[in-house]
């Protein structure tokens, strides 16, 4: 018994003191499985906390992440207020224009923009304008005003018709904002100050919710007013990357419009 518990005390002793030199020398009495030493309860503890603090770390860095992107798209379905100091309200020409109501006007959400002429003379100066949309609104029957939303001269005047308040009765079935250009565009291409008016309007009907954001865009193909130049013309004059992503987007609707003959 003295025998084996000395034998027993020297492998304890053995294997606690010379773990190293077993290692190097093997032999008989030699464990297959080495002993490691026991991990403090404290050195736990301390790696589960830096383990947590930096998971902690990566989920407020993802949150932050996803909460500027929220910021980002918000900001990118915003649209900057547009000014048009060169709006003619259909009261300063139309003397029978309907006396504005101080109740709410229900305006219609256009699903697309068509482009149009109106096959007149061109006009410069509000003044001159404002005659020729008289003379424009006198050849067509009682009680019935211009088929257009918007006429614009070609100084950039934007002259107001039916507005926002209806859709124009010449295209029905596309539902659309009908923007006139004041003349005839068989061969000469609208003006510069034209186009930015235009661009100004479908950017406030888009900032105002009165027009869709896929809008089907549309105009004559017989003459310059062509879809493929108006709206290389009108994205160029994007004031903003989300602007000429919307002026991008919509559709392309060809299609030979009859002209609107005024007697």
């Not at 109106?118 to 009680?143: E, P, R, V, Y």
């Not at 009108?234 to 060809?254: E, G, H």
Request: glycine share 4%; hydrophobic share 35%; net charge negative.
């Amino acid at each position: 018994m003295h025998q084996l518990q000395t034998r027993i005390d020297h492998e304890s002793r053995h294997s606690s003191y010379h773990a190293d030199d077993e290692l190097q020398n093997p032999s008989e009495d030699t464990p297959l499985l080495r002993r490691f030493p026991r991990v403090n309860d404290t050195t736990n503890v301390i790696t589960a906390m830096i383990v947590s603090m930096m998971i902690l770390v990566l989920l407020s860095g993802l949150a932050i992440g996803v909460y500027l992107l929220v910021l980002q798209s918000d900001a990118d379905n915003m649209l900057p207020p547009i000014e048009m100091p060169l709006f003619v309200a259909r009261s300063q020409w139309d003397e029978s224009s309907p006396t504005p109501s101080e109740e709410p006007i229900n305006q219609f959400k256009a699903k697309s923009v068509v482009i149009e002429q109106t096959d007149t003379g061109q006009c410069q100066g509000k003044n001159a304008c404002i005659q020729l949309m008289k003379s424009m609104q006198a050849n067509l029957d009682d009680n019935k005003t211009l088929p257009y939303n918007f006429a614009i001269s070609t100084d950039g005047f934007i002259y107001e018709c039916l507005g926002w308040e209806q859709p124009s009765p010449l295209y029905p079935e596309l539902y659309g904002l009908v923007i006139a250009f004041i003349g005839n565009y068989t061969v000469v291409k609208p003006s510069s100050s034209q186009l930015e008016s235009a661009y100004n309007l479908i950017t406030v009907s888009l900032a105002n919710d009165y027009l869709e954001r896929d809008f089907i865009f549309t105009s004559k193909n017989d003459t310059t007013l062509v879809v493929s130049y108006l709206k290389k013309a009108l994205t160029d004059l994007s004031r903003s990357k989300l602007q000429r992503r919307s002026l991008l987007m919509p559709k392309i609707y060809m299609f030979k419009s009859a002209k609107y003959n005024f007697n």
